[in-house]
Each structure stands twice: as structure tokens, then as C-alpha cells.
């Protein structure tokens, strides 16, 4: 009794200290996004009174936020959806082995999601290919890193369906496509959001991309937006903080309306 009650506090300590290492710098950002720079110059560590959403408006503005959001939702949706795609598309018949060497091309997959992604060698792709500094080729880019997780996740979830299913359908004449929307799609759809999210945030938060991809300001993404305005607004602290909270928000939002959809796809997955 002793014992379990101990491990318990120590769970609880533990849980305790993760909270407040990743929630006190979010707090913190959002605290002084609603200071003015005087506020935040007499007393950085004092919530604001009272609070201020003027530097949100200045943000936007100089920041030039609103076509960048536009760009990054476009990227984002585009390369999450592909991703997602094929993903389902590629883990069907590795699941049901119904390819040659679905182990080893399985075992890619996880190799795969460990390694970085390859900027250098992608940048030299995109410059032959006629990629570089566009929007489809941007999109086209950034759809191989949410690959290997969406192959595991969906993969063993499509393992997890029996295959009496396939044979049903199958006999029935229903073709391949239409099994793996009208069937497999729906039953996968927790696994799928969790595809679909992690490739979008891969897309919404990536600096280096834009960097190395696009040349154009009028095809830059937000994450490319706040690293220029970072540049020329290095003191101003309160005008970062409410740039970072408008980028972060559309994310933030999306990952709140789909909490039941990764609730669902983590208790599936045990």
C-alpha cells in the first residue's frame, strides 16, 4: 500500500513538473502578448492591467500576417491531404501483405521516421524539377515527411480490421478504390486524423522550408513571416508574442475541435 501510494506521488510529481515546463513558457508568451511595451518594460513578470490587443492589430499589419495564414493553410491542407492519401493507400497492401517485401518496405517506413529530412538533396530535386519557388512544388515537397508515420499508424490499425471484410466486399464486386473509401477510410478515421494533423503541423511550423524553397515574398508562409518580422522587431517583445499567438492559434483550434477523433485513436492504437 505504502509502495503504490509512493509510485502515485512520484506520477503525480512527474506530471507536475512536465506541465510546467511546456505550460509556463506558453502562459508566459500569452501574458505578455496582452502588455503594452511600457507595461512589459516596468513589469515583465506582472499580468497586465489592464490587458491590451493593440499589439495583435500592429502585429498583423506589419507583419503582413493575413496572405501568409492563407499561404500556410493552402500548404498545409494540400501536402496534410496528399500525405494522408497515400499514406492509407500504401499501408492497405503492406498490412495485408498483398506486395512483395512488405516487411523490408515496412521497415523503411520506420527507418524513415527516424531520419531528418534531407533539405539539401530536396532543393537540388526541386531546381531540376522545375519545383522551385512555386506553390504546387512546395506542396508536392512537403508531402514525404508525414509518410512514415501515417504508413505505421494506419498499417497496423489495417491490420487490426478482419480480413472476412475483404473477402465480403470482395465477393460482392466492390472494387479496390471503393473498398478503401466506403470501408477501410471510415473505419481508419481516427488513425487518419492523427496522419492528416501531424503532416499539417510539420507543414504550419516549418522555417527551413520556406527558406530553401521559395524565393518570392508573395508565396512566403507565416513561419517564414514571423522569422522576418523577428528580424526587424528583435526587442520588441510584445509585438513577437501576439504574432506567435495569432500563428499558433489556427493549429491550436484545430487540435482542439479534434480531441474526441485523438482520444479514439489512442485508445484504438493500445
Do not use: C
Request: charged share 10%; glycine share 6%.
Amino acid at each position: 500500500m505504502q509502495f503504490s501510494n509512493a509510485l502515485r506521488m512520484r506520477r503525480l510529481a512527474t506530471g507536475i513538473l512536465i506541465a510546467l515546463v511546456f505550460l509556463v513558457p506558453i502562459v508566459y508568451v500569452i501574458m505578455i502578448s496582452f502588455e503594452s511595451p511600457a507595461q512589459f518594460g516596468a513589469h515583465p513578470l506582472q499580468p497586465p492591467v489592464p490587458p491590451s490587443l493593440g499589439n495583435f492589430g500592429s502585429a498583423w499589419q506589419q507583419g503582413d500576417l493575413g496572405p501568409e495564414i492563407v499561404n500556410t493553410a493552402i500548404y498545409a491542407v494540400a501536402a496534410a491531404g496528399i500525405s494522408t492519401g497515400l499514406s492509407l493507400l500504401i499501408a492497405f497492401p503492406v498490412a495485408r501483405r498483398l506486395v512483395r517485401w512488405s516487411s523490408s518496405l515496412y521497415l523503411w517506413f520506420v527507418v524513415g521516421l527516424a531520419l531528418p529530412v534531407s533539405y539539401i538533396p530536396l532543393f537540388i530535386e526541386a531546381r531540376d524539377l522545375g519545383l522551385y519557388n512555386n506553390r504546387i512544388g512546395y506542396i508536392l515537397l512537403h508531402v514525404e515527411p508525414g509518410l512514415p508515420l501515417g504508413v505505421l499508424l494506419l498499417t497496423a490499425f489495417v491490420s487490426s480490421i478482419p480480413q472476412e471484410l475483404d473477402e465480403a466486399a470482395w465477393l460482392d464486386g466492390v472494387s479496390y478504390p471503393r473498398y478503401i473509401l466506403s470501408f477501410v477510410a471510415p473505419l481508419a478515421w481516427p488513425s487518419i486524423v492523427i496522419t492528416f494533423l501531424y503532416s499539417l503541423l510539420f507543414v504550419w511550423n516549418d522555417i527551413i522550408g520556406p527558406v530553401v524553397f521559395l524565393a518570392s515574398p508573395s508565396l512566403f508562409p507565416v513561419a517564414r513571416g514571423v522569422y522576418s518580422f523577428y528580424s526587424s522587431n528583435e526587442s520588441a517583445y510584445t509585438l513577437l508574442a501576439a504574432a506567435v499567438m495569432i500563428v499558433s492559434a489556427p493549429v491550436a483550434l484545430l487540435f482542439v475541435v479534434s480531441q474526441k477523433q485523438l482520444l479514439r485513436a489512442t485508445m484504438g492504437l493500445r
